[in-house]
Each structure stands twice: as C-alpha cells, then as structure tokens.
C-alpha cells in the first residue's frame, strides 16, 4: 500500500528532514522513499507491505518525543491539493520528477551504501525496563519488518561475487557471508 506520512517538527535543517525519512527506511518497500519539507513539515511518501496501524506504530515509536505531530494515511484515501511540482515528486511514477536531495534510493539503502541497512537490525536489543509495553511494541514491529525484509541468501551473495567481485560486498554482507559460510 502506498503512504503519505506528515511529520510536524523543526525541519528548518534539510538534513533534518533527511535523516528523519532515513529513520522510516526500515519498513519503505517502494524503490524510493520521496519527501519534501517546509521549515515545519516533513510530507513523505512510500510504499509498505505493513498494515496503516503497524506503520503508524513504527513511525511514533521510531520519532516519539523528536517531532511535535505525526499523521499516516493510505494515499488512496486521502484528497491531496498540491503544487503540481511537487505532487509529482511525492506520487510521480519511479524515476520521474524525483529531486535525488528530496528523495532516498532504497537500493542504495538495502545495499548500505545510505543510511540503515535491513541486516543492521537483525542483532537489534533494546536495553530499557522502564516503558517495558512500549519497548515490547517497538520490537514487536522490528522483528515484523525483519521477516518482511529480504536479506540475501548465501546464493545471493555468491552470485553477487561473481558479478561484481568481492568488495562489491557491503560489511554487512561480508559479515553475513562468513556467518553462513560456518
């Protein structure tokens, strides 16, 4: 399903506004995550396997106590006026009007060549007894994303070898590599 997230807070910083879509990545499936942003508002849209609740779930979780409002929605159900400019940066088709500084490649990102990569969660704890239901929730939506998340088999990284050699790898296909290789 395709989402549009607004996110209110201090966007002043465009590389605020960055890193806060960078914090959705885990649970993105489209090839990339587009936004754009005022000094206040951070309007993202993406396309998730997860359910509305699980999405909003994760992003309160993710931004709790860094943002000031955060609505979700399926696009399909909401009535949009937008600049044309940028209403087809947000829900243009894949590689059209898309402003590569107000957009994040989710190849790059699924490579670690941006931002998080899926395997960097795959070890993730959280080390917290005091909101035990909410650290409960937040893992509860981890360990979701990380089934949804396609993390590459030892065939994978093999054929990957042979097409682009060895430090083509990214760490944490280098690590997963030597793990499966055992």
Avoid: W
Avoid at 7 to 14: A, K, Q, Y
Avoid at 110 to 139: N, T
């Amino acid at each position: 399903m395709q989402y549009t997230t607004i996110i209110l807070g201090d966007f002043s910083d465009n590389k605020v506004a960055r890193e806060t879509a960078m914090i959705i990545t885990p649970i993105v499936d489209s090839e990339n995550l587009n936004y754009t942003n005022t000094t206040d508002v951070l309007v993202l849209c993406f396309e998730s396997s997860l359910q509305q609740s699980e999405v909003y779930d994760y992003v309160t979780a993710a931004l709790y106590g860094e943002v000031n409002g955060i609505f979700v929605s399926q696009t399909d159900k909401m009535s949009v006026f937008l600049d044309k400019g940028i209403s087809d940066h947000l829900y243009g088709k894949t590689g059209t009007n898309v402003d590569p500084n107000l957009s994040i490649d989710m190849q790059k990102v699924k490579d670690g060549l941006e931002g998080f990569s899926p395997l960097d969660f795959v070890e993730f704890e959280i080390e917290d007894d005091e909101d035990d239901d909410d650290v409960d929730e937040i893992q509860k939506i981890l360990s979701e994303s990380k089934k949804k998340q396609q993390i590459p088999s030892i065939d994978d990284l093999l054929d990957k070898i042979c097409e682009k050699g060895y430090d083509s790898l990214t760490s944490n296909e280098k690590k997963l590599l030597k793990k499966l290789s055992k």
